[in-house]
């Protein structure tokens, strides 16, 4: 019988030592897991609470908005007082991927990548070193510093210079453009022209010169056949302002538009000076609308309209008047399809 008690004390001893050492590992245990949950629900927060306005537009295979908010929150030292509004759009095209950053304060910047998570991550550095411009960005895994040679820190911190393809994407860059257009208000009937451009843009303004070679047309007095044949042709120096620049730009233009307008009689009983031509001069104002097919090559969509200060004297036949052959209207409606190259 005492054996039997020795046993058994042996045993629940046994027992209560391997629960005390369970009970001491879940206790370990608990605060670890608490501990994670609490850092990544802080991670979460400090996402949530990013001082960042972010208009983000990317291709499906991208990161999310959400994803490039967290890894701005991961690089961050410490926060601005100013919330960051910037838009930043990605697209794809000749097998790379470029990333268009545009704060709130007018400026540009520009990435390409061959990868749209290598030009994300490049995004996500920049924001991050516009939020707080002491945060480092990750060192590049294909080069390493000397030891011997560290690199020299400015007394000054500022945000990282933009890229080289970035600034001068920034310059004015020039333009060449042709198209076809129409007019109606100014020949006897809707005009057809051919236009040509040629100009110097940039991300918030235009300036250029256009010039239209309009289809000749006849026109003549009522219930006859007799009148007067029609050319015209204008050159027209501008300006444009983009206010609201984006990857879709929309300009507002105006300026002068000069040219000559000539008039040729025909038909039975005329003069032999049946020749006339008026110095043209008119007012334009118009909106033009570019999608970038690529980097350099853009289609043109524009609408407006003339008014005609000089040239709109009546077209008549041997110094008879009225009935005029044609005179042209108070205001002219215009419209224009095109493709520029920008380089």
Not at 29 to 53: F, H, K, N, Y
Not at 92 to 118: F, K, N, V, W
Request: glycine share 8%; charged share 15%; net charge neutral.
């Amino acid at each position: 019988m005492p054996e039997r008690n020795d046993e058994s004390r042996a045993s629940a001893g046994s027992k209560r030592g391997a629960d005390h050492r369970a009970w001491r590992r879940s206790c370990g245990l608990a605060p670890l897991a608490s501990a994670l949950v609490a850092i990544a629900l802080a991670g979460q927060a400090r996402a949530d609470e990013l001082p960042l306005t972010l208009q983000y537009l990317a291709p499906p295979e991208c990161p999310s908005e959400s994803d490039v908010r967290a890894a701005v929150a991961r690089l961050i030292t410490k926060q601005r007082a100013n919330p960051l509004a910037v838009q930043v759009t990605i697209s794809a095209a000749d097998r790379q991927y470029t990333a268009h950053i545009r704060p709130s304060d007018g400026t540009e910047r520009m990435l390409t990548a061959p990868s749209c998570g290598a030009v994300a991550e490049a995004v996500e550095v920049v924001l991050a070193l516009a939020i707080s411009p002491t945060a480092l960005p990750p060192a590049e895994p294909t080069q390493e510093t000397p030891p011997s040679a560290p690199p020299a820190r400015s007394a000054h911190p500022s945000t990282a210079p933009a890229p080289r393809s970035a600034t001068a994407r920034a310059l004015p860059r020039f333009e060449l453009g042709a198209g076809a257009a129409a007019d109606t208000g100014t020949l006897p009937r809707v005009a057809a022209g051919l236009s040509g451009r040629l100009g110097l843009t940039a991300r918030t303004w235009s300036a250029l010169v256009d010039g239209w070679y309009w289809l000749p047309q006849d026109g003549y007095l009522s219930g006859t056949t007799t009148g007067g044949h029609f050319s015209w042709w204008t050159v027209r120096p501008a300006g444009c302002a983009a206010p609201l620049p984006s990857a879709l730009n929309l300009e507002l233009c105006a300026g002068p538009e000069l040219g000559r307008l000539n008039g040729h009689g025909i038909g039975a009983g005329l003069k032999s000076t049946s020749d006339a031509a008026t110095f043209w001069l008119a007012a334009d104002a118009w909106l033009e609308f570019f999608v970038p097919f690529t980097q350099h090559w853009r289609a043109r969509l524009a609408a407006g309209a003339a008014i005609p200060l000089l040239g709109r004297h009546p077209f008549v036949l041997n110094g008879i008047s009225p009935p005029p052959v044609h005179r042209p209207d108070p205001a002219a409606g215009r419209g224009e399809v095109g493709v520029d190259f920008v380089f």
